[in-house]
């Protein structure tokens, strides 16, 4: 252990944020396996870091978390106790603690003990060499769920990316390092119901994995039914933007064209063989050019509500941040750094 003071340009802190709804059996155990990272540590790279504070988000569950917590922080001068009025939902919970925290870093975890803090100095080390504002462990083995939310979770992803262009979807989970101020300030604008891998997704430069192993949940019942994993998936979709409404504009514009050419079609049918029944070739082609003309009108409509779902969700035009030279992601460049 070196004697560099912990928070120096030499020694970066580390704000772990556990947003909590089932932890009264987990989450004494996620603290003391978090403990001798509260002293200084070295990465694989040979940087230096230190988690200073450990942000538990109290999400209103329905067991006694909330007099573990109390307990933990009583114990833990590093314990730092965030308290939400009521049941928001496991992002809300993790923007709550992001917006509360100070560290250079901050590395989001759940309260069930899945996510092995022995990975940290290599997300950090990941962040840092490839200049990268957000990391997502990237699990080495099949997560410990069923196989039929495994797929689900699988499935979903691909439609996000290919149909919705959330061209990061696959690499979305609760493990995540970012750089400190990219999550405050993703934590202050963010309005009601955004997706948070999105709204991240927005502002970050990039973001890539780093490869880490999950392992079986703690002792407590998963707090996600599938009706709630349904409704986790539909936020997505609603957040990850205009596509899906731009599909809209899409489908108008080509029953338009459609239109158009049966149209001209149903007049030379009936021109040149007369066999079409009286009436019928008007009535078609009037029925084909309005449909286009209603999906059209749809999809203008959908553009002007595209802009208002931006500007509800909190998307910012533009987000200030210091000299990347000067701050978490400039550690590997400065002078006296020491790879490994």
């Given at each position: 252990?070196?004697?560099?003071?912990p928070?120096?340009?030499?020694?970066?802190?580390?704000?772990?944020v556990?947003?909590?709804?089932?932890?009264?059996?987990t989450?004494?155990?996620?603290?003391?396996e978090?403990e001798?990272?509260?002293?200084e540590?070295s990465?694989?790279?040979?940087?230096?870091l230190?988690?200073h504070?450990?942000?538990?988000?109290?999400?209103?569950?329905?067991?006694?978390?909330?007099?573990?917590?109390?307990?933990?922080a009583?114990?833990l001068p590093?314990?730092k106790?965030v308290?939400?009025?009521?049941?928001?939902?496991?992002?809300?919970?993790?923007?709550?603690?992001?917006?509360?925290?100070?560290?250079?870093?901050?590395?989001?975890?759940?309260?069930?003990?899945?996510?092995?803090?022995?990975y940290?100095?290599?997300l950090?080390?990941?962040?840092?060499?490839?200049?990268?504002?957000?990391?997502?462990?990237?699990?080495?083995?099949?997560?410990?769920?069923g196989?039929?939310?495994?797929?689900?979770?699988?499935s979903?992803?691909?439609?996000?990316r290919?149909?919705?262009?959330?061209?990061?979807?696959?690499?979305?989970n609760?493990?995540?390092?970012?750089?400190?101020?990219?999550?405050?300030?993703?934590?202050a604008y963010?309005?009601?119901?955004?997706?948070?891998?999105?709204?991240?997704?927005?502002?970050a430069?990039?973001?890539?994995?780093?490869?880490?192993?999950?392992?079986e949940?703690?002792?407590?019942?998963?707090?996600?039914?599938?009706r709630?994993?349904?409704?986790?998936?539909?936020r997505?979709?609603?957040?990850t933007?205009?596509?899906?409404?731009?599909?809209?504009?899409?489908?108008?514009?080509l029953f338009?064209?459609?239109?158009?050419?049966?149209a001209?079609?149903?007049?030379?049918?009936r021109?040149?063989?007369?066999?079409?029944?009286?009436?019928?070739t008007?009535?078609?082609?009037?029925?084909?050019l309005?449909?286009?003309?209603?999906?059209?009108?749809?999809?203008?409509?959908?553009?002007?509500?595209?802009m208002?779902?931006?500007?509800?969700?909190?998307?910012?035009?533009?987000l200030?941040?210091?000299?990347?030279?000067?701050?978490?992601l400039?550690?590997?460049?400065?002078p006296?750094?020491?790879?490994g």
């Amino acid at each position: 252990m070196s004697s560099t003071e912990p928070g120096t340009a030499e020694c970066q802190t580390i704000s772990v944020v556990i947003p909590v709804y089932q932890g009264e059996r987990t989450l004494r155990a996620v603290l003391e396996e978090l403990e001798p990272y509260t002293r200084e540590f070295s990465t694989p790279g040979g940087r230096q870091l230190v988690v200073h504070q450990v942000v538990l988000a109290h999400d209103r569950g329905p067991d006694r978390s909330d007099v573990v917590m109390r307990q933990l922080a009583a114990e833990l001068p590093w314990v730092k106790l965030v308290w939400l009025s009521k049941n928001f939902g496991q992002h809300a919970a993790t923007l709550a603690g992001m917006a509360s925290s100070g560290g250079d870093w901050i590395v989001t975890m759940d309260e069930d003990g899945q996510q092995d803090p022995s990975y940290f100095g290599a997300l950090v080390d990941a962040a840092i060499d490839a200049d990268a504002a957000i990391v997502y462990g990237k699990p080495l083995n099949p997560p410990p769920h069923g196989a039929l939310r495994n797929v689900a979770s699988r499935s979903a992803k691909m439609l996000l990316r290919s149909v919705f262009g959330s061209a990061n979807a696959a690499e979305f989970n609760s493990y995540r390092l970012i750089l400190g101020e990219i999550g405050r300030s993703v934590a202050a604008y963010s309005g009601p119901g955004v997706y948070l891998d999105v709204a991240l997704s927005w502002v970050a430069n990039r973001s890539i994995t780093a490869p880490v192993r999950v392992r079986e949940e703690g002792d407590r019942p998963s707090g996600y039914s599938y009706r709630k994993l349904l409704a986790h998936f539909w936020r997505m979709v609603l957040s990850t933007g205009t596509r899906g409404l731009r599909l809209v504009t899409a489908l108008g514009a080509l029953f338009a064209v459609g239109g158009v050419t049966f149209a001209i079609y149903l007049v030379v049918a009936r021109l040149v063989s007369g066999g079409v029944p009286e009436g019928w070739t008007s009535q078609m082609v009037l029925l084909s050019l309005g449909v286009g003309a209603i999906l059209v009108s749809l999809g203008i409509v959908a553009e002007y509500v595209g802009m208002a779902v931006n500007m509800a969700m909190g998307r910012p035009p533009y987000l200030i941040v210091r000299d990347p030279a000067t701050g978490p992601l400039g550690a590997g460049s400065r002078p006296g750094h020491v790879d490994g």
